[in-house]
């Protein structure tokens, strides 16, 4: 059997020298195992990260092992009686032309219809199709009416995106793409009211434009940097940004727009929302009030002030406050 393994790893774009094919000589089945001829072996953006030795939200590859992760097939060979020959199957053996092992490690298929092509469980209907899901109704929790935007528009993620939101009631879809092809493609065949082409012109302008004043509730990002950026410009007041993926920099060596560590929001599960106090401040006052009171009389508060005397002083207080000039609160004592 073929497999291809990790043999070094990249910095920046990964080259074939990262990689090596190897020939393995399958041992014979044992009791309760499987050969599967793999369909489909998928290649996904995270396997990029898996490459490099930094802790992500899934192990680093092994130099010298085969390059796991989903793929699909049909058991030619079996001495399980779960998984007959003949059985679909999904597993996560990766870059391998013949899989085999305990068949506990094969998950069985089963097909929407007898026509539905095995490779869509490596996506629309697989780990890509989910993620679409997962991100729009628990992350952004989109609601019927609100407008998406998701970057990566033309992609495994992205084309379920775009098709997902506009079935659970989204009033518009917008997408991002490279090229002009891909942008006719997510517009024409994926009913996007939009398409941006990040290539042809900074995406933070087309945002503005395109978007702009109609306002976003959810952006789902698949890309980062620049894309984050320009969607921050158009999210409407509680909008939210489902973190997927930062595509744009899993490949670079220097510094990206935006935070360098984006990708933490993502190894982390943050959700990232934006307050203003003074929407709770009606809700909140109250109870603040009384509770702070309280630990301020029982002496349980402790506090610094940074006093600048006089007026005229007030703009250097201000600057001096940006120069972070000030230990605790900075105030003006006329
Ligand atoms: P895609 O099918 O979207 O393929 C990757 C695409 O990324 C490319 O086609 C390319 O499209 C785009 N791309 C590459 N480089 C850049 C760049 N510098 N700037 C902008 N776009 C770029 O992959 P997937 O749908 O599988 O994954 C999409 C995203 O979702 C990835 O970020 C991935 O890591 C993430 N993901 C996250 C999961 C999770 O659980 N959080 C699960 C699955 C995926 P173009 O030609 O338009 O540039």
Same mark, same amino acid.
Request: aromatic share 8%; hydrophobic share 40%.
């Given at each position: 059997?073929?497999?291809?393994?990790?043999?070094?790893?990249?910095?920046?774009?990964?080259?074939?020298?990262?990689?090596?094919?190897?020939?393995?000589?399958?041992?014979?089945?044992?009791?309760?195992?499987?050969?599967?001829?793999?369909?489909?072996?998928?290649?996904?953006?995270?396997?990029?990260?898996?490459?490099?030795?930094?802790?992500?939200?899934?192990?680093?590859?092994?130099?010298?092992?085969?390059?796991?992760?989903?793929?699909?097939?049909?058991?030619?060979?079996?001495?399980?009686?779960?998984?007959?020959?003949?059985?679909?199957?999904?597993?996560?053996?990766?870059?391998?032309?013949?899989?085999?092992?305990?068949?506990?490690?094969?998950?069985?298929?089963?097909?929407a219809?007898?026509d539905t092509p095995?490779s869509l469980?490596l996506g629309l209907l697989g780990?890509p199709g989910?993620?679409a899901y997962?991100?729009l109704?628990?992350?952004?929790?989109?609601?019927?009416?609100?407008s998406v935007f998701v970057s990566g528009a033309a992609g495994a993620v992205g084309t379920a995106v775009g098709q997902f939101a506009r079935l659970l009631?989204a009033s518009k879809v917008y997408g991002s793409a490279g090229g002009p092809e891909k942008c006719e493609l997510v517009t024409e065949k994926y009913g996007f009211d939009a398409a941006m082409d990040y290539k042809a012109?900074?995406?933070?302008?087309?945002?503005?434009?395109v978007?702009?004043?109609?306002?976003?509730?959810?952006?789902f990002?698949n890309? =980062?940097?620049?894309?984050?950026?320009? %969607?921050?410009? @158009?999210?409407?007041? #509680?909008? &939210? $940004? !489902?973190?997927?993926?930062?595509?744009?920099?899993?490949?670079?060596?220097?510094?990206?727009?935006?935070?360098?560590?984006?990708?933490?929001?993502?190894?982390?599960?943050?959700?990232?929302? =934006?307050?203003?106090?003074?929407?709770? %401040?009606?809700? @909140?006052?109250?109870? #603040?009030? &009384? $509770? !702070?009171?309280?630990?301020?009389?029982?002496?349980?508060?402790?506090?610094?002030?940074?006093?600048?005397?006089?007026?005229?002083?007030?703009?250097?207080?201000?600057?001096?406050?940006?120069? =972070?000039?000030?230990?605790?609160?900075?105030?003006?004592?006329?």
């Amino acid at each position: 059997s073929t497999q291809i393994h990790l043999s070094s790893r990249p910095v920046g774009f990964p080259t074939h020298d990262n990689f090596d094919t190897v020939q393995v000589e399958l041992p014979a089945l044992a009791e309760g195992e499987v050969r599967v001829r793999n369909e489909f072996v998928s290649v996904d953006p995270y396997m990029r990260g898996r490459m490099s030795s930094a802790k992500s939200y899934a192990a680093p590859y092994a130099v010298g092992e085969v390059m796991n992760g989903a793929a699909v097939g049909c058991v030619v060979e079996s001495r399980s009686s779960e998984l007959p020959e003949g059985t679909l199957v999904l597993h996560s053996m990766g870059w391998r032309d013949v899989a085999q092992g305990p068949a506990t490690a094969f998950q069985r298929i089963e097909r929407a219809s007898e026509d539905t092509p095995l490779s869509l469980y490596l996506g629309l209907l697989g780990m890509p199709g989910i993620t679409a899901y997962i991100g729009l109704t628990r992350i952004a929790e989109l609601s019927e009416g609100e407008s998406v935007f998701v970057s990566g528009a033309a992609g495994a993620v992205g084309t379920a995106v775009g098709q997902f939101a506009r079935l659970l009631g989204a009033s518009k879809v917008y997408g991002s793409a490279g090229g002009p092809e891909k942008c006719e493609l997510v517009t024409e065949k994926y009913g996007f009211d939009a398409a941006m082409d990040y290539k042809a012109e900074p995406i933070r302008e087309q945002a503005n434009r395109v978007i702009g004043d109609d306002g976003l509730d959810v952006y789902f990002d698949n890309v =980062g940097g620049d894309h984050l950026e320009a %969607a921050l410009d @158009v999210l409407a007041p #509680f909008g &939210r $940004v !489902a973190v997927c993926g930062a595509i744009g920099q899993y490949n670079a060596t220097e510094r990206q727009p935006g935070p360098d560590n984006m990708t933490n929001i993502l190894r982390q599960k943050l959700k990232v929302q =934006g307050f203003i106090q003074s929407d709770y %401040a009606a809700e @909140v006052g109250d109870e #603040f009030r &009384r $509770v !702070a009171g309280q630990w301020f009389a029982d002496g349980k508060l402790v506090y610094d002030e940074t006093v600048v005397e006089g007026i005229d002083n007030s703009v250097e207080a201000f600057m001096g406050l940006l120069r =972070g000039e000030n230990s605790g609160k900075m105030v003006v004592k006329i």
